[in-house]
Structures are given as structure tokens and as C-alpha cells.
């Protein structure tokens, strides 16, 4: 049963241009989840995808924006990008849609740097 | 803001039980109590997680007070590869969201 997947790994951008992440949800997942994690910080909410909607979004500008396919996999979109962005980018996927009473799964993350 | 308080920092000789306090005095009746756990540059690793009564799977237990204001994550045979920081996370029913916050860092030690 393979889990959540993400892509890349690893990725070095310079300010001001676009990057896109990506991921695969656990087998029979529905609902994906997008967090920032700064170093020495716990994870921050970005936002969340359920049948192909944003269904709730953290205190992030819209310079950060998603989308999910058919498939339930989803991407994670940054324009503009800031030294600030600099980060561990997790997605977690769930099943049925409610944050608060269904169990997230994380990937390991992609270590984006902006330069 | 996170609505859990945890040690920044805890110990553990390997072998003996890791017990992980978690307050979370503002706990709303419906709302859930989730550990996760996080070793050094990876995703986060779901461990448990409980409403009202205590819990156990292969990983750990969950020791939730009967007012459930706090409660403990116990690993009862700690290894080095528990080596982590640990998050206690109440789930927020009006937000629904999950809020981490900064964590227990354990060290296991040999």
C-alpha cells in the first residue's frame, strides 16, 4: 500500500520566480492537506482539497494557491517567490474531508530553497 | 495558535517507557487529541489519537484525564529510533484544521 507520495525532493529557485510541488495521496484517499514547515518550527496549514475544491485555507497570501485532480492528487503552486518560502513543504492526505476527525497521513516533504 | 502546551525537551533511557505530558485545558467536547511524531527532516508520523477514552496500537498508548484537559503519550519501551519531536495537536472543530505547535523534542539515550 503505497503512502503519500511528493515530488521533487528537493528544489532551488531564485526570488521572483513560480514554483509548482506535487503529490500523490495515500491508496483511497480523498482529501489533501498543503503545510509549510519553517526550520525549528511545527508545521503551518496552507490549505486543503476536497473533491477538487479549496475547502479551508490558512493565513497564507494568494500568491500560494492549489489544485487537485480527478485522481485526488494535487499541486501545491508559489509565484513570486520569497526568501521567506524558504521551507519544508508537507502534504497530508485524509479521507472524507474533515480535518478534525480524520486521520492525516504526511509525506516526506519537498526542501524547497529560495536563493 | 496551538491549543496544546508541551516540554520543549525531554530525556529517555532506551529501554525504559517515554511519558509525554500534553495540556490542553481548552479542549472542547468534541474535539480529538492526536500525537504525531516527526525524526529529523521528515514527514510527520501519525502515532494515535483519542477522544475520551485511553487508547493503544503498536506504537504507543494514550492516557487521556478524565476531564480531559491533559493527557500522556506513553512508548513503553523507548529505542534510539524514537529519537523525535513530538507533537500533541488537539483538533479544532470550528476551524477545522489541525494547529501544531513547537513540540517535545525526546532524546533517547543508550
Not at chain 1, 31 to 49: C, D, K, N
Not at chain 1, 70 to 91: F, H, I, K, T, W
Not at chain 2, 25 to 54: A, C, D, M
Request: with cysteine; glycine share 8%; proline share 5%.
Amino acid at each position: 500500500d503505497a503512502g503519500v507520495t511528493q515530488s521533487p525532493t528537493h528544489l532551488i529557485k531564485t526570488r521572483g520566480q513560480q514554483v509548482t510541488l506535487r503529490c500523490s495521496p495515500k491508496s483511497g484517499h480523498d482529501t489533501v492537506s498543503w503545510y509549510q514547515q519553517a526550520l525549528g518550527q511545527g508545521p503551518q496549514f496552507i490549505f486543503q482539497y476536497y473533491e477538487e475544491e479549496e475547502r479551508q485555507r490558512g493565513n497564507f497570501p494568494d500568491r500560494f494557491s492549489g489544485h487537485q485532480f480527478p485522481n485526488y492528487s494535487s499541486e501545491l503552486n508559489v509565484n513570486a517567490l520569497l526568501l521567506g518560502d524558504s521551507a519544508l513543504y508537507l502534504c497530508a492526505s485524509s479521507l472524507g474531508g474533515y480535518l478534525y476527525t480524520d486521520t492525516q497521513y504526511f509525506g516526506p516533504g519537498t526542501r524547497l530553497t529560495v536563493l | 495558535d496551538a491549543k496544546t502546551t508541551q516540554p520543549t525537551s525531554m530525556d529517555c533511557a532506551e529501554g525504559r517507557a517515554a511519558n509525554l505530558p500534553c495540556n490542553h485545558s481548552t479542549i472542547s467536547g468534541n474535539e480529538y487529541v492526536y500525537w504525531y511524531r516527526q525524526i529529523h527532516s521528515q514527514g510527520p508520523q501519525y502515532i494515535i489519537h483519542g477522544l475520551k477514552n485511553n487508547e493503544t496500537n503498536e506504537m504507543a498508548s494514550l492516557i487521556i484525564t478524565e476531564d480531559r484537559k491533559s493527557s500522556t503519550l506513553i512508548l513503553p519501551h523507548a529505542t534510539l529510533r524514537d529519537t523525535a519531536v513530538y507533537y500533541c495537536i488537539v483538533s479544532d472543530y470550528n476551524t477545522d484544521k489541525l494547529i501544531f505547535g513547537t513540540g517535545t523534542r525526546l532524546q533517547v539515550f543508550p
